[in-house]
Every structure is written in C-alpha cells, then in structure tokens.
C-alpha cells in the first residue's frame, strides 16, 4: 500500500509546463499546427528537462541519494523487463519518496524506461505537491504518458489482452485512485495539454525495443505454458475485499507473438497522432 507523504520542501525536479496555441481564427488548430507547436516549444523543454535529472543522478548529492539509486538500479534489467515497482511505490519518508521520483524521471526520460515506470512515477507525484503546494500537474502528464507508452508498446502484440492486463493492474491499484480521481476533476485545457506534454515526451524518447512480457500475458500464453508443464501457482491476497483466489502461470519460455515491425511503426504513429486529435477536441 502507498503512503501518503506530503513533501514538506518544494520538489525540484518539476517541470510545470502549459502549452498555449495561437488564435486560429476562433477555431481549433489542426494536428500538423498542434505538431509544430510540440516540435518548437514542448519538446525542446523535456529535452533540457532529460540533461538536468541525468545531471542529478550522475552527481548524487549525498551518500543516501547514491545508496537508493544504486538499490533501485539493482533491481532492474531491462532485457528481461524486471523492474523494482514495489520498491518504487512504497517510499518510507518523504526524503525516499523524493529520491525514488527523481530516479523514476531519469528512467523515463533519460533512459526511455518502459509505461511502467510512468505509471509509477505519476502514483508517486501524486502524493507530492508543486511548488505552490497544488496538485502535481506533472502526476497528470506521466500518467497519462503511460497509457500512451503502453498503447504504443502495446501495438506489438497479436492478442491485446496482455497490455489491457497490464493497464489493469496498474490503474486499479488503491494507490492509484486518487490520482485518477484528480485527473478527472482537471478542466479539459488543462487534460488536453497534460495529453500533449505525454506526446511530446514520447516523440523526444522515440520507439522502445520489444519487451516480450508485454505479449505474453493472455489466455493462450497461460495455455502455452500449462501444457508445457508449467502449473498454475495461487498468488497469496491480503485484500479480504477479492472474491475467489487468485493463479499465475509462469509464461516466461512462452515466445510472443507480435506484428511485423515494419506494422508496428505505422501503428505508433497512428496512436501518436490520435492522441494529439483527442487532445485537440478538448482544447
């Protein structure tokens, strides 16, 4: 379970954007004008935003900050897709929260870390505040460069049951609720261009490698895996509120399967530029 730490210094590592467009005779720009706008202004500020967390973390200021970081990369492999998301949703203080934040943003900007991560940056924004001690903004963007990330990742797979399970897992988690809730109370400027600032983090990092547990979360992965010998295991449940028990399979020999690359791009820049036109018809 996430604690709720309010952060009693301001936190640093913000970046509070607001996109503005241009008058376009009373009328809602376009997608190639809202592009140009990403292009010159939007993209640039995340990509100063990207030197200036590299720089923190490759200068740690103290013996803590390097201790944590050092723990959370030890707890990652990104060829396997292991991640430390339990660690990075369950800070201790205020201090852990601010390090394991600051960690999460170098993974996702600097180092292009999979939606995961920006699922559990944006919980973790959530339970911080800006500088004028408002709701994080940024908790909006990242949550929402998450869905996004993931329905980009997502695109590979053959059966999209694997990412729907993993969008799922994240966004009905108890930790996450609040943030969802906050989001939907925001004015739709204000979602559409945190929408706009999650496109133009994605169009800054560019494409991602296959993580092959991204497509191997469905029914016919777990089948695969049972009649190769794997057998189901109970997963223990805390929560007295869930119905029934809960199995997992291990599915990791099970290989994925994917569209053609050469589809999946197509298909990433169709859900790039959809989610700009979504953004557009809130604007």
């Given amino acids: 379970m996430h604690k709720r730490i309010l952060l ?7 970046v509070a954007l607001a996109l503005t467009f241009p008058n376009y005779v009373n009328a809602a720009p376009t997608l190639e004008q809202v592009k140009q706008v ?7 500020i995340w990509h100063n935003a990207t030197t200036k967390i590299k720089h923190l973390i490759d200068n740690p200021p103290n013996a803590k900050s390097a201790e944590t970081w050092k723990e959370l990369d030890a707890g ?16 201790k203080d205020g201090e852990d929260l601010f390090l394991i934040a600051s960690w999460l943003r170098w993974r996702i900007l600097s180092e292009n870390a999979d939606p995961r991560y920006s699922y559990a940056y944006a919980a973790d924004l959530h339970y911080m505040r800006d500088s004028r001690g408002d709701f994080h903004k940024d908790a909006a963007i990242f949550f929402y460069n998450a869905k996004l990330g993931l329905a980009i ?9 694997s990412p729907e399970s993993i969008a799922l897992g ?25 929408m706009l600032e999650a496109v133009a983090i994605e169009e800054m990092r560019g494409e991602r490698p296959l993580i092959e547990a991204f497509c191997t979360r469905d029914a016919s992965s777990m089948l695969k895996a ?12 805390s929560d007295s509120n869930v119905a029934g028990d809960t ?10 399967q994917v569209i053609p690359e050469i589809e999946w791009k197509k298909k990433r820049r169709e859900i ?12």
Avoid: W
């Fill in 226 to 237: 049972i009649a190769s010998g794997n057998q189901p295991e109970k997963i223990p449940s």
């Fill in 153 to 161: 990742d997502g695109a590979r797979c053959v059966d999209k049951a």
């Fill in 170 to 194: 994240f966004e009905t988690q108890k930790y996450t609720q609040p943030l969802i809730e906050n989001i939907a109370k925001m004015s739709k400027i204000d979602r559409a261009s945190a």
């Fill in 8 to 14: 009693t210094k301001h936190l640093v590592i913000t």
């Fill in 247 to 256: 199995y997992s399979v291990d599915v990791s020999k099970v290989k994925p």
């Fill in 272 to 283: 790039l530029d959809g989610y700009v036109k979504t953004a557009i018809e809130l604007l």
């Fill in 38 to 44: 990403l292009e010159k202004k939007a993209i640039p």
């Fill in 76 to 91: 990652t492999n990104t060829t396997t897709g292991k991640a430390p998301l339990a660690r990075a949703t369950t800070a």
